[in-house]
């Protein structure tokens, strides 16, 4: 094979032993990489109804054709496994040398299941694997882990690691690389946590075959060209994604007060010319010259990478309007192995469910040193803490009084940074995406914004749809950083010819569209045959808050959405997709994607219809 490496390896903590297995071609032409590969791996080796935090649960890394051949923005890794905080499918995509040295090394992905008996940490040099006594780092922060990892094993080694988040099986641990890459919003640190490993150190050595090098090389250096002369490009590097505070703000989409409304008063505060003022430099992925990361300094005058999530939950959705102090916060999480956005739902949560007197402890809006206290409580489950530790969803049903209609997740994961009160759309794909109330994929609102906000209509429906194909299944499988796509322009069409060069292969945008949904409907049988029959439309519906609480204030006052027509948006989705009225996968749907096998095993489990 050229482009992929055409091998997984195994790895076995329980017994020490990893080994190498080739895998068939069919696989990476009908999955592509990356997310299709964790989707396939985790629906064909793991035993529906496992605890997810259980030895028999599998950690994916996985990693696409593209990914190490100095492709622009490249530099990506999907983490996968089943979710602890959702129970059904979970991943996530990191920026991290551990994608290319793991690539180098000559696998496509690495597939790690049992449990260490005590800490430690992989290490996979080419064909060597290691277990590697971890008890002298464990309890280090992922800072302080990938410092001493690359004393041991040099500044190009590729490290991904968890903290004492992941180590106390927070259910929304990261997995973290680089002190500022996080991947895994649905608790993949926690996986990692349950089996005892500390980090995974990535060394390669080898060229990864390609199909025509020469072309590759050219067809390289000229997008690298090419993104340079997009017309956003100087504007990204000055803010990345942190221009979107002030959009968000302008537009009624920014989440304050744990979701209550759309603005927040200090919005210019933790804004992105703000963060101009304070930044000190870029910081990104390998491979990318785009470096989206903006460090800045933050009140404890260390250097903390900040982005536009980070800062608004943990600024304008905890009522704190002091962007060095934000950045503190977002750092001891990076450090902690803390997933941002659920944290900071978590906290405005635990705000809002104080300031209601719904529980005894005493919690206020906008109190940075209080919260800074509070974070690491809940990395380290003490008191509290504990309780946030299991996600809104679990926090809410053990604290009750009502607290559910303000917990803000979708099927157990906290809902990302934009506030849909007026935004249907938005609220859809929140609704849909593939591990929960994350925006990764249809990242509608924008658009929604310019085409009109109160409508349900079928271009609304259709645009989630296009957008959850291209980013969630086609950028996700090739595991390439869709942000030069989505953010500068840089055409679709490079990624095929990327594909041909290093392939040797014909792979047109339609095969990858078709793959894309083979995976996305792949995940789709695998939460179904974790729920079984539980399963419902109505786990579907984003909170309540959004649909019985209007906006009190800015310029979308008084909106909120209609359940009725957001219930019939969903069932026109549904069967857009070829989903029944359940939301379920139609037999003839499976099989026109080639997927039958997955129909039969899915029937064991609900009744499919037609
Ligand atoms: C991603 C989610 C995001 S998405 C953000 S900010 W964003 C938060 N970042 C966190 C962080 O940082 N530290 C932390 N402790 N927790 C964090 N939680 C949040 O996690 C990230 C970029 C970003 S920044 C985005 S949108 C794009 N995401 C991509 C994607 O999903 N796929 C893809 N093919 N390309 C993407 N490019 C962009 O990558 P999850 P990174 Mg992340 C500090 O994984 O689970 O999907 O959560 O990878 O290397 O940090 O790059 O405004
Ligand atoms: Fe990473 Fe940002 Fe570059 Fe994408 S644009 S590869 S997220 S640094």
Not at 10 to 27: F, G, I, M, W
């Amino acid at each position: 094979m050229f482009g992929w490496t055409g091998v997984f390896l195994q790895v076995d903590l329980s017994r020490n032993k990893a080994v190498a297995e080739s895998y068939d071609t069919l696989l990476a032409l009908n999955y592509i990489g990356g997310r299709g590969f964790a989707a396939k791996i985790l629906w064909d080796k793991l035993n529906p109804g496992i605890d997810p935090l259980s030895p028999e649960n599998k950690l994916v890394f996985a990693a696409g054709p593209l990914t190490g051949l100095g492709v622009p923005n490249s530099g990506k890794l999907v983490v996968a496994a089943k979710s602890p905080l959702t129970g059904g499918y979970g991943d996530g995509n990191m920026g991290t040398f551990a994608a290319i040295q793991m690539r180098k090394a000559g696998y496509d992905a690495v597939i790690i299941e049992g449990k260490a008996e005590t800490p430690v940490v992989l290490h996979i040099k080419d064909k060597v694997a290691e277990f590697i006594d971890a008890k002298d780092i464990w309890g280090l922060n992922t800072f302080e882990t990938e410092a001493q990892l690359k004393i041991l094993y040099g500044r190009t080694a590729g490290v991904v690691s968890i903290g004492p988040a992941g180590e106390n099986l927070v259910k929304f641990a990261m997995v973290m690389s680089q002190e500022g890459r996080a991947g895994g919003r649905a608790g993949m640190g926690a996986v990692m946590g349950s089996k005892n490993l500390k980090a995974v150190v990535f060394e390669g050595y080898n060229e990864i075959p390609v199909a025509y090098p020469k072309d590759m090389k050219e067809l390289s250096a000229a997008g690298y060209r090419e993104v340079l002369t997009k017309p956003s490009y100087s504007f990204w590097k000055r803010q990345g994604t942190m221009s979107t505070v002030e959009w968000c703000q302008e537009n009624s989409a920014l989440p304050a007060f744990n979701f209550r409304e759309g603005v927040f008063e200090k919005a210019n505060k933790i804004g992105g010319f703000t963060m101009e003022k304070i930044k000190v430099s870029n910081r990104g992925c390998p491979n990318c010259n785009m470096t989206c990361g903006n460090v800045v300094k933050d009140s404890d005058r260390k250097e903390s990478e900040i982005d536009y999530e980070n800062v608004v939950m943990l600024g304008s959705n905890i009522g704190l309007g002091n962007l060095r102090q934000v950045a503190v916060l977002n750092r001891v999480a990076d450090e902690l192995g803390l997933d941002t956005i659920s944290l900071g739902s978590a906290i405005g949560f635990a705000i809002e469910t104080s300031q209601k007197k719904r529980i005894p402890e005493k919690l206020d809006w906008g109190k940075y040193k209080e919260t800074k206290e509070l974070i690491k409580d809940i990395a380290y489950r003490r008191g509290f803490g504990d309780v946030l530790a299991e996600g809104v969803k679990a926090a809410a049903a053990k604290i009750g009084h009502g607290s559910a209609d303000w917990a803000m997740h979708v099927k157990g994961l906290e809902v990302s940074a934009y506030d849909c009160h007026a935004a249907p759309a938005m609220a859809l794909s929140y609704a849909t995406s593939s591990v929960g109330a994350h925006h990764k994929e249809a990242w509608v609102i924008a658009w929604e914004v310019k085409f009109g906000r109160g409508s349900y209509d079928e271009e609304k429906i259709n645009k989630v749809i296009e957008m959850q194909r291209l980013r969630g299944g086609v950028f996700e499988s090739l595991v390439v950083c869709r942000f030069p796509n989505t953010s500068l322009d840089f055409e679709i069409e490079w990624y095929t010819k990327y594909l041909r060069a290093a392939t040797g292969r014909d792979l047109p945008f339609n095969a990858l569209i078709y793959a894309a949904d083979k995976t996305l409907n792949l995940i789709r049988a695998f939460w179904i045959r974790e729920y079984g029959n539980s399963w419902t439309r109505e786990m579907e519906i984003p909170p309540m808050r959004w649909f019985k609480e209007p906006l009190t204030e800015g310029p979308m006052k008084g909106a909120m959405l209609d359940l009725v027509k957001f219930d019939g948006m969903l069932k026109k989705y549904y069967k857009k997709r070829g989903w029944d009225e359940r939301g379920i996968p139609r037999k003839t749907t499976l099989q026109k994607l080639g997927l039958p096998d997955v129909a039969k095993e899915l029937e064991k489990h609900v009744k499919l219809s037609e």
